[in-house]
């Protein structure tokens, strides 16, 4: 019996760090479910991308599916989807978020960018790992269905450790999900299931655009040994070592893709 086509399921694809690693994953033979909240051309183009990007042309599939993570209803409804499209999957790449869409000060910013952001950013990867952990163990007993060893990788942020006073909201979200790793890499390595956090640090992508000349500056000043700005395929490239299989006897592991930022130097 032979085992089927790898399947990642990837979500906020449509952009950004996302969509690099679609594509970075389509280029080793992957199928993607390019997963988005509304940016329907956004997918679209991600789709197309992933099409060329593909070793052999029409050999892996790429869907697009819209579901707002931080709703049970679309999580539940997203994972059908997969499964509808693909039959299975054997990658679950947590990576959609998104930053308050006002940069506050922690002394008056409010609760409404808070709740969205831990919606967002942590309850909605904690549940859909939950839910593709469940679906990949039930599986396991299911001996017609031979697959591959899953794995879970979850995108954070260097803000999981670095204290910004206008944005706590987010610094908050992401050190809350930094948690998931830990936690769903010890429940699961029984079932053979591998959980890595990629930490990268500032990326080029539509959620930088608004401070890049901020971020230009500390770039050139310094702010990460490696003076430049990270790219989505930087993130895509580490997610296709964990995709590979490079670190079978590694799980709860952070890669930080930050040009050496969480270093500490005197
Ligand atoms: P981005 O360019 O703003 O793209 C965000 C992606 O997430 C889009 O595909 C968007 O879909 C999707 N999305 C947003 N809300 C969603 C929801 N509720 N359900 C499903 N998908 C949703 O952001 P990015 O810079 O690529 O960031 C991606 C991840 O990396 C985030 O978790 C972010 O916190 C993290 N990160 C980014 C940086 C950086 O410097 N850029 C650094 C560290 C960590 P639509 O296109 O449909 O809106």
């Known amino acids: ?21 679609a594509i970075e994953l389509a280029r080793i033979g992957y199928g993607v479910a390019i997963n988005f909240a509304g ?20 050999r892996s599939r790429f869907e697009i599916i819209q579901a707002d993570i931080s709703k049970a209803e679309d999580r539940k409804r997203l994972l059908e989807s997969v499964k509808k499209n693909f039959g299975s999957f ?6 959609a978020g998104v930053a308050p869409s006002v ?3 922690i002394l008056e910013a409010g609760e409404e960018s808070f709740d969205r952001l831990i919606a967002i950013n942590v309850k909605g990867p904690y549940f859909l790992t939950q839910a593709a952990a469940n679906s990949w163990i039930a599986s396991l007993h299911d001996a017609k269905q031979p697959g591959h060893r899953p794995k879970i990788v979850t995108i954070s942020s260097v803000s999981a450790f670095t204290a910004s006073v206008n944005r706590g909201d987010y610094c908050v979200s ?9 936690l769903f890499a010890t429940r699961l390595a029984e079932y053979g299931i591998n959980v890595y956090e990629i930490r990268p640090g500032i990326i080029a992508t539509d959620m ?18 490696i003076k430049r700005w990270g790219t989505p395929e930087d993130i895509g490239r580490a997610v296709v070592a964990i995709a590979e299989d490079r670190f079978p006897f590694s799980t709860g ?3 930080n893709v930050d040009g050496g930022f969480h270093l500490r130097r005197l």
């Open 1 to 21: 019996m032979t085992n089927p086509p790898h399947v990642a399921l990837v979500t906020g694809a449509s952009r950004g760090i996302g969509r690099g690693i």
């Open 39 to 58: 940016n329907e051309a956004a997918a679209r183009e991600c789709r197309d991308l992933c099409q060329k990007a593909a070793p052999k042309a029409g």
């Open 90 to 95: 054997d990658l679950l790449v947590n990576n």
């Open 103 to 105: 940069r506050a000060d």
């Open 174 to 182: 992401k050190a809350a999900l930094s948690m998931l790793t830990p």
């Open 208 to 225: 930088t655009g608004p401070v890049k000349a901020k971020y230009d500056k500390l770039i050139s000043e310094g702010i990460a040994p």
């Open 253 to 255: 592991e952070v890669i």
